[in-house]
């Protein structure tokens, strides 16, 4: 036994082996790209590029980067036959793709193949939840990945303001009945992702387990049928969008002024905690959360 | 609900085409299977079609076997092993089977090394885990390096994943003479399936004498020499906790040439002796008596 234990105090490792740095972007699939792209221009966003290649939007908000994928073949795999829209993908910042995309091969994630046309960038991929994929992305500092995939929409700013100084807070995912402890593993061993305890929640969406990422800026959350929704079988999926904002009451002021619809029930309305927009398209909603500056 | 709820058959057991095995587990009163891999790529109609004809037996799978081989390889043998379990993953994932069942390896160009054996199996239960499929890692008893449950079970806890756990066979713990008291130390919810099967010799101390036996000549529960201790096995798991599928993994030349109906028929006797004789479970109410009272 050594004298100079270090262990005393069990100070949690906080381990980022892929160095993750935040959301570069997250993807919407659906075959009805004009319908959600005015969803999401009332929710703030701008369409600033278009894919130089496939039917693929970039929409843009502070400093949020948010993809429609129109594409026919992601748009089949993803959305269901209605048209309704899936979050098909988030790309995490990380230090180097290939490490990252390499080091989660070597743990265990099913790699999703690239359809990089000449010239366009060769982002790396694993399979996510459902029909989901997670991109890593290392080109964030020093140049834009949109730049070379993208060509900018004429007379359009290409950096527009966020209402509110919304930004991303994070993901939540709907999984199978029972199946929380097994996505906790998976993306505390793929991610370094670690267990949120159950007394701190944020918003008003309070249900489920909820994660943080190993760089602090973002957070996942799993919700499971509850267990009388005995019918519910419904594939795991990523479900929605949360966005942090200073003041949520402002955010909501300012987004119901574009229309925005919000859930307003005696048991869940827009508080300063939060608010949850009413889902559009049958499966779009955002979640606006409490978000200290 | 019906008596047999909870005990399976094994497609192994019975020769004769897909539709024809489930058919015959279904006329006996079963209502899962547990299925081979081989029974779905050697369908006429491939892999879609052997699907389809589980789906429409309305059976439900217990299970997916078998992945043989996979842990403690190295470099481009163990690249090829993980292609191989991406495949046996899709493919259970199609059939709609929750649990695949990973056999340890026999091979000698695998390492002895637990920890190293604990991390391929957790790359496989990584694997698995967004396909919705647990790992049930089952020691054979001519295993290389893990040939005892208990060894298995070392190896599953080493690993620590929620959807690896740990694949009973009562005729390896019996060929291998592995104590049972050492079942009491096993977590119940981390043991994702028991296979059940008996056999006629007394002894199989040799690794040749446990490969033939199993692959050729093992018999129904109740049927063969271990009758009590199987019973023992069956009770002590039930007195842990155990409450998940018990299926019959015999592997037997005779019942290949005998009609489906006849082979079924003793896998029911066998569940009824578990049933009735082993477990003394209550018999199940009568179906209307499940019906919900009017509001």
Known sequence: MTLLSTHRESVPEMPNRLALEGIEFIEYATSRPQALGQVLENMGFRPVARHRSREVTLYRQGGMNLVVNASPDDARVSATADGEAVISAVAFRVRDALQAHTRCMELGAWNVSSQAQAMELHIPAIHGPGASRFYFVDRWQEFSIYDIDFKPIPTVDPHPQAIAGMRYFGVVQYIGAGRSTDWLAYFEHMFDFSLVPDDQRFGILPKGKLMKSPCGQFLWQLIEPDPWMDADESPERLQRIGLGAANVSAAVTALKARGVEFVESTRLHPEDRGALTRSALGSVSFELVHQDP | ?295
């Open chain 2, 1 to 295: 609900m019906n008596l047999l709820d909870g005990f399976g058959m094994d497609t192994i057991t019975m020769a004769g085409s897909l539709e024809a095995k489930l058919s015959a587990m279904k006329d006996a009163g079963f209502s899962q299977v547990m299925l081979m891999a081989r029974d779905l790529v050697s369908h006429p109609g491939g892999v879609p079609a052997a699907v389809e004809a589980v789906q429409s037996s309305g059976l439900r799978p217990t299970g997916f076997q078998v992945l043989r081989d996979f842990e403690g390889l190295s470099g481009h043998l163990h690249a090829y092993k993980v292609d191989i379990a991406r495949s046996m993953l899709e493919m259970c994932a199609a059939t709609g089977s929750q649990v695949l069942l990973a056999c340890s390896s026999t091979s000698r160009h695998a390492t002895d090394d637990l920890d190293h054996i604990a991390r391929d199996l957790k790359k496989l239960a990584m694997m698995a885990l967004p396909l919705g499929i647990k790992v049930a890692f089952e020691g054979l008893s001519w295993g290389r390096t893990v040939n005892q449950f208990t060894t298995a079970w070392d190896v599953v806890c080493r690993a620590d994943c929620p959807n690896l756990g740990i694949g009973l066979d009562s005729f390896h713990i019996f060929a291998a003479n592995t104590p049972l008291e050492a079942v009491d130390d096993l977590d119940p919810s981390k043991i994702f399936l028991v296979q059940l099967s008996d056999f006629m010799w007394n002894e199989t101390p040799t690794f040749e004498d446990r490969m033939t036996t199993a692959r050729t000549f093992r018999v129904f529960p109740g049927e063969g020499v271990h009758s009590e201790a199987l019973a023992d096995l069956v009770l002590r798991l039930d007195r842990i906790g155990y409450r998940g599928d018990y299926s019959f993994e015999v592997f037997n030349d005779d019942y290949q040439q005998l009609p489906l109906a006849t082979v079924a028929e003793r896998a029911r006797k066998s569940a009824t002796w578990l049933h009735d004789r082993v477990l003394h479970r209550s018999a199940p109410l009568p179906a209307w008596t499940l019906k919900r009272a009017p509001l």
